[in-house]
Each structure stands twice: as structure tokens, then as C-alpha cells.
């Protein structure tokens, strides 16, 4: 995203979907429905690139093979890969490709649609302790060791996601015609706050400098005189109620208490099984051939640390002992 890659520039609307539509047509001939083009608002007048995201649904053989075909397909000559992000040039345009997964697919393209609205949707979720991203919407859950977090889903469905936040997701789905209507909409949520846009950590700070449309935001801010703020309060778990009653379906106060339950069993474990006992008993092993031998003693259970924090120190050794040799 961006269309720095390759130093080509940018291109007009009228240029840029007509290149659009040349992409559109080929990508329907090869994987159907399989694909999706991020929309913008109605008046952008320029672009950087084409974005193109791609479910591994539509990979027959693997990813590699995919951007082969697309290669020779397309007739490109420079391109650049790098994991599930492909870019290309095309009718010397920056093009690049996202695969992701199916499961993942639709709620990627809902996130990467229009600009950065994602990016300020976001920092009104992360007050609720929510994150909201290429996964929909997912509970940040943190042990109280404060050295490991997990994503707990919450939902993928867009409309309740938006209507959380008591957004038009009707409106959403007409799209939007100027950026001052964009920013409208997304302002108009209650829980719309201007403090961590005045007050900028460093994430925003970056943000804001790498992009174009955060900054015309704060522009719009500023000319608009929004002023609009929402107190929240500081305990992280003090809107867990609310979105437990908002999202029943997520179980999301089970998966909680699965996640406790699981923080007990490691801290059962400390002095009894980690990587320093593993390399005490096998000193060979180091960075990724430890990963590994221990990701594979830890398979044979489906369950590792609730079965491993009830054994004794000696039979866990015990056991590494004779799974090692």
C-alpha cells in the first residue's frame, strides 16, 4: 500500500480505473469471486497503486505458482515478493497482491477499504481494550505478567461491529462521495474522542507522518473545530459487560477465563519446563533447533501446559530425556 515501492508516482482517477478495469477483467477470468479491489471515496483524485487482495481459496497449487501465473498472465517484468504481499508493475503502474486467508478475506477487505478509516476506527476500539483490523474485531487479552498478549476473536460481522460504535453501517455500504464525508461518519460515533490526535504517542505520530490521509484528518479536525471528547474509564476490563452483552455469540468472558485458567498452568510451570531446562538437558539445542524440538514434545498433547504443570519436575525430565533420544 502506498505505491512508494518502485518510485513511479501517482496516476488521475480517470488513468488509474482504467487500469482498474484491465485488472478487474483478467482477475474475474481467473479466480472468480476470489478477489477484491479496496474502495475509496467517490472524488479521490489520485492513486498510488491498486491494491488487490487474494483469498487462498483461489490458490490451486501454492502462493509461489499463483504469482507466476499472474506474471506471465499479465506479461510483468518487475515485480517483488515479499511473504503473502506481491508488487508488481503494471502498464508501469504499482500493483500489489495480499493473500489471506479465506476465513479472513472479506473483513480485510472491509479494513483496507477507504483510506485510513480503519486507522481512526481503531483507536476509538482500542479504548475498549478492542482491537479492529484485517481480523474484524478481537479482545486484547493480556496475563497479568504483562509479557504476553493473545487476540480472543470477537466478530467479523461489520454491521454489529460499526453499529458497537452506533456508526451507519447503511451509509457505509453506500460509500462515500468526499473525505469531509468520510470523516463525518466516523465522527459521528459517541465515543469519537480528538485527545489521541492532540496528544499523539508514538504509533500516531508515525502514522499521521507516513500518511497523507491522517494527515488531512487533523487538518479537518482543526478547520472543523471538533472539540468532541469521551471519557473512558482507565480499567481495561471495565467494558467487558458491555461487549459481552453487545456480542454474546463471541463468548468472549469464557474465553477469558480459558485464558486465566491457562496463565495458571504456566506459572505452575516456571522452573519445571522451559528452554533453559530443555538446553540444560540438551545443550546442543540452540535458537531454532530448540523452537522446534519443543514444539514437537508439546504436540503430544493437546493440552501441553495443563497436562505438564501436573506432573514433578523429575517426570517432566524425565520425559524430555527419553523423547530426545
Not at 459521528?188 to 480528538?194: C, E, K, L, N, R
Amino acid at each position: 500500500m502506498g505505491g512508494n515501492l518502485f518510485k513511479l508516482g501517482r496516476l488521475p482517477q480517470a488513468q488509474y480505473a482504467v487500469i482498474e478495469t484491465e485488472l478487474r477483467e483478467y482477475l474475474d477470468r481467473k479466480m472468480g469471486d476470489q478477489y477484491r479491489i479496496p474502495r475509496y471515496y467517490r472524488s479521490k483524485a489520485d492513486f498510488g497503486d491498486v491494491d488487490i487482495i487474494i483469498s487462498d481459496a483461489a490458490i490451486q497449487s501454492t502462493w509461489q505458482d499463483l504469482r507466476m501465473q499472474i506474471v506471465q498472465d499479465l506479461g510483468i517484468e518487475q515485480y517483488k515478493s515479499a511473504g503473502a504481499v506481491f508488487s508488481t508493475v503494471y502498464q508501469h503502474f504499482q500493483v500489489d497482491y495480499f493473500c489471506k486467508e479465506q476465513a479472513f478475506f472479506e473483513s480485510t477487505y472491509h479494513y483496507l477499504s477507504f483510506n485510513d478509516i480503519g486507522n481512526i476506527l481503531g483507536k476509538i476500539f482500542k479504548r475498549f481494550n478492542l482491537k479492529y483490523g484485517e481480523q474484524g474485531l478481537q479482545y486484547v487479552f493480556r496475563r497479568t505478567d504483562g509479557h504476553f498478549q493473545k487476540d480472543l476473536p470477537v466478530s467479523l460481522d461489520f454491521a454489529r461491529i460499526f453499529a458497537f460504535l452506533d456508526l451507519d453501517y447503511a451509509h457505509w455500504e453506500r460509500g462515500f462521495d468526499t473525505l469531509d464525508e468520510m470523516f463525518r461518519w466516523a465522527t459521528a460515533s459517541p465515543y469519537f474522542s480528538i485527545k489521541p490526535y492532540e496528544e499523539q504517542d508514538a504509533t500516531t505520530a508515525k502514522r499521521v507522518k507516513e500518511r497523507h490521509t491522517m494527515q488531512r484528518f487533523i487538518q479537518w479536525l482543526q478547520e472543523n473545530r471538533i472539540t468532541q471528547t469521551f471519557t473512558f474509564q482507565e480499567e481495561r476490563d471495565a467494558y467487558l459487560p458491555m461487549i459481552e452483552a453487545f456480542f454474546p455469540e463471541a463468548h468472549l468472558l469464557k474465553k477469558i477465563e480459558q485464558e486465566r485458567q491457562r496463565e495458571g498452568f504456566v506459572q505452575q510451570l516456571r522452573g519445571k519446563y522451559s528452554g533453559q531446562v530443555v538446553m540444560r538437558l540438551f545443550p546442543e539445542l540452540q535458537g531454532k533447533a530448540l523452537g522446534e524440538f519443543m514444539r514437537k514434545f508439546e504436540a503430544q498433547w493437546e493440552d501441553h501446559e495443563a497436562v505438564l504443570a501436573e506432573m514433578e519436575a523429575r517426570e517432566i525430565e524425565s520425559r524430555l530425556k527419553a523423547f530426545g533420544t
